[in-house]
């Protein structure tokens, strides 16, 4: 199977932790067949695809300059949500605190791609870390069950960099950390 890639913000270690024992406590209450492993929390920027060694090497190339103004910046985990329907959701995730940085670097870093030939989402961009998918419960998701798990707490980081990963769908982690790209350390 050929591997696909794609552009996101890490979610740093001291935070995958708590968000993962914080799950874990949880599980029970939301039955979903995969479970993200922590270590591969992140929040997408853009989804590739497939990837030949020449595209890869325009986004090495050009990304760097598109994103070299933009300053780390802090985002804030905030609440809970799915994808899909209520009677199966297809995606359990984490939701952010809308971020004008975070807007501003998936526009720069998306105008890479596409100079790049990716085609691009065309939907809303709407940041998240995907925690579960395929629900595989027998009854419906029950929307209180949102207000009982309470909201995410203290879960804030600064963003200081984008990855480029590549999946293997084989493993656990399924995402390696191809390269990464700092953004502007000084101006924040």
């Known amino acids: 199977m050929e591997s696909h890639y794609f552009l996101a913000l890490p979610v740093p270690a001291p935070l995958t932790q708590p968000l993962n024992e914080w799950l874990l406590s949880r599980r029970a209450g939301l039955p979903f067949k995969n479970w ?10 853009h989804f590739l695809g497939k990837a030949s060694v020449d595209q890869r090497a325009q986004i090495h190339h050009d990304l760097p300059s598109a994103i070299e103004k933009i300053p780390c910046f802090t985002l804030q985990a905030t609440h809970f949500g799915f994808f899909g329907e209520q009677q199966a959701p297809r995606i359990f995730w984490v939701g952010l605190e ?9 526009k720069e870093s998306g105008v890479v791609c596409q100079r790049a030939g990716f085609t691009l989402e065309t939907r809303p961009y709407r940041p998240h870390i995907t925690v ?9 998701l029950i929307l209180p069950f949102f207000d009982e798990v309470g909201k995410p707490s203290n879960w804030t980081w600064i963003a200081d960099r984008v990855v480029l990963y590549q999946t293997h769908l084989d493993r656990t982690p399924k995402y390696e950390a191809i390269q990464s790209y700092g953004l502007n350390k000084v101006n924040r």
């Open 132 to 140: 579960a998918r395929r629900w595989q419960g027998t009854s419906t």
């Open 98 to 106: 809308q971020e004008e940085e975070l807007n501003r670097l998936q």
């Open 36 to 45: 993200v492993a922590p270590e591969d929390y992140h929040i997408t920027l």
